[in-house]
C-alpha cells in the first residue's frame, strides 16, 4: 500500500532553519515524481519543490518564492525525500505536505498540484519570533 508520512515541522525563529522529512512506502513504479507542497490559512496549496524521475530525465523544481533557500534531496536506500529549509520567513509558515506521482512526470511539470495522486497527512511550520 502506497503511503506517506512527514514529518520535522516546529516552531522556528524567522532566519532559522528546519529540515522536513518524508517518508515514502510501497512504490513499485520506474518513474514518479516526490513534490513539496504547502497551504497556508486562507491560501491555495503552492508548490514548493519536487523531484522527478522520469524516462528521459531525473530533474528538480523550486517554487520562485523558495529558489535559492530551500533545498530537495533523496535518500533512495531509506526511501526518503528531504526538503531543507533555511533563511525561513514568516511567509513560509504554512502546513507542509509531501506528495507522490506514480508515472512519468517531466521536471517541468512537478510543481502542478494536480498531477499528484497521493498525499501525506501534513506538517506544520511556524517562523515566528
Known amino acids: 500500500q502506497l503511503q506517506l508520512v512527514e514529518s520535522g515541522g516546529g516552531l522556528v525563529q524567522p532566519g532559522g532553519s528546519l529540515r522536513l522529512s518524508c517518508a515514502a512506502s510501497?512504490?513499485?513504479?520506474?518513474?514518479?515524481?516526490i513534490g513539496w507542497f504547502r497551504q497556508a490559512p486562507g491560501k491555495e496549496r503552492e508548490g514548493v519543490s519536487c523531484?522527478?524521475?522520469?524516462?528521459?530525465?531525473?530533474?528538480?523544481n523550486y517554487g520562485a518564492s523558495v529558489k535559492g533557500r530551500f533545498t530537495i534531496s533523496r535518500d533512495n536506500a531509506k526511501n526518503m525525500v528531504y526538503l531543507q529549509m533555511n533563511s525561513l520567513k514568516p511567509d513560509d509558515t504554512a502546513v507542509y505536505y509531501c506528495?507522490?506521482?506514480?508515472?512519468?512526470?517531466?521536471?517541468?511539470?512537478?510543481?502542478?498540484?494536480?498531477?499528484?495522486?497521493?498525499w501525506g497527512q501534513g506538517t506544520q511550520v511556524t517562523v515566528s519570533s
Open positions: 506528495a507522490a506521482a506514480g508515472r512519468d512526470l517531466l521536471w517541468n511539470r512537478c510543481l502542478i498540484r494536480s498531477n499528484y495522486d497521493l
Open positions: 523531484i522527478s524521475i522520469s524516462r528521459t530525465s531525473i530533474g528538480i
Open positions: 510501497g512504490f513499485t513504479s520506474d518513474y514518479y515524481a
